[in-house]
């Protein structure tokens, strides 16, 4: 089913500029705990060069939410405001979600940032196409993604106790994430108009169903390239 | 007494690459764990604006690590290497000055990157202009330490039971600071023989105690600039 595009919005929804105000805000806190969690697991690492990759990950991260700030400022929003909204989502998710090891830190790394881009994505897919276009653009991987899976896979071909270990912490990431994730579409208004709203009641809850349905199977993708079974 | 140029390195001197190998790789795990406490310490503050600031802060340190091991790099060093005999050290002091909220964790920020720059600014007198200038350039503040003198003021300036703990934790940072960079100074020979050799024997314990006393008193310049007794 191909999402309609956002001319279709219905009279009732909230103003787009309201979503769009979400959607940044959301995206810019995600980023902003994913620094300081990242930042924080990288002194789990054993060895300086794995901890100063995991480092370099986190300030991708910051430089991603500086930019996010920067637009909604542009927009002449407060960024810390747009993002107070999901500050108890997102650290009740990272709460949850503690690492007991760098290992397990890397595959959090890997796993929430990509289900955060797949989620924000698909929001993405109803706002106007030029916040749609800047999303994208922020949400490219940098091309550190592939230090980790090159790293996860080293240990796991050669580990299979640790490959069983972390497949059942992937499994309580993306249970956690969509979790968190439900709970931020639900709570916002006008992200469950932009979400819901394109395609009229009745098939609202269903799509939401298939949108978290693709999220699991992308999350499923990405577990295989590390070399665990979903 | 105005310190030697290189040129009057006695010959017993360690070869000059070594103690430069040694200056920019303290420096640089200098600068990475300075990233990695801060990104922790932020985690402390109490609202958004102060968070981020003090990330931002992180940040800078990590981009300044980035290039001093790329200078490593074309050096033909391996900055890991290079870092690798500093790490206790570094990581000692940090062990032993674990903030306590985030105010100390702005007041350790502020002292230990002011006596870090002063400690670093000494040892760079006596390397080759070109490492001399870098490590200047490395070293310029980006304005970020107004933010944490404004901060801290604005607190201690009203509350004269937080201005005495912060001057006692300033007190303890710059003694555990000193304790520290008198051992790296010493436990590299290459950086014992850059500071000392230029003196000649009998001058060189003397001339060693009146740098930590410039950083001293530079130190108590800065506690002075929070609105604190050093």
């Known amino acids: 089913m191909t999402p309609p595009s956002p001319t279709t919005r219905p009279e009732n929804a909230p103003p787009a500029q309201e979503a769009v105000v979400d959607l940044l805000g959301v995206l810019a806190y995600g980023c902003l705990s994913g620094f300081s969690r990242m930042a924080v697991d990288a002194e789990l690492a054993p060895a300086l060069p794995v ?9 991708t991260e910051f430089h991603h939410y500086e930019v996010l700030a920067d637009r909604l400022d ?16 997102i ?12 290992l397990e830190g890397l595959v959090k790394a890997y796993v929430s940032d ?19 276009a ?15 899976v ?7 071909d050669a580990d299979q106790r640790t ?9 309580r990431l993306v249970g956690e994430a969509i979790q968190q994730a439900q709970q931020v579409a639900v709570a916002r208004e006008s992200l469950t108009a932009l979400l819901v709203g394109g395609w009229g009641s009745g098939a609202d809850i269903a799509e939401l169903g298939r949108m978290f349905a693709r999220i699991t199977q992308a999350h499923t993708e990405r577990m295989k390239r590390l070399g665990l079974t979903a």
């Open 163 to 171: 490959a069983s270990r972390l497949a059942l912490w992937g499994r």
């Open 91 to 102: 650290d009740s998710f990272h709460d949850r979600t503690h690492p007991s090891d760098w």
């Open 114 to 132: 990509g289900i955060g881009r797949d989620f924000y994505s698909e929001i993405a897919t109803y706002v106007d196409p030029q916040t749609r």
């Open 74 to 89: 542009r927009l002449g929003v407060s960024h810390d405001e747009a993002m107070a909204p999901f500050v108890a989502a």
């Open 134 to 148: 800047f999303v994208t653009r922020v949400l490219a991987d940098a091309g550190q993604a592939q230090f980790v």
């Open 51 to 59: 901890k100063t990759a995991i480092a370099a990950m986190a300030v």
């Open 150 to 156: 090159d790293t996860v896979r080293a240990v796991v």
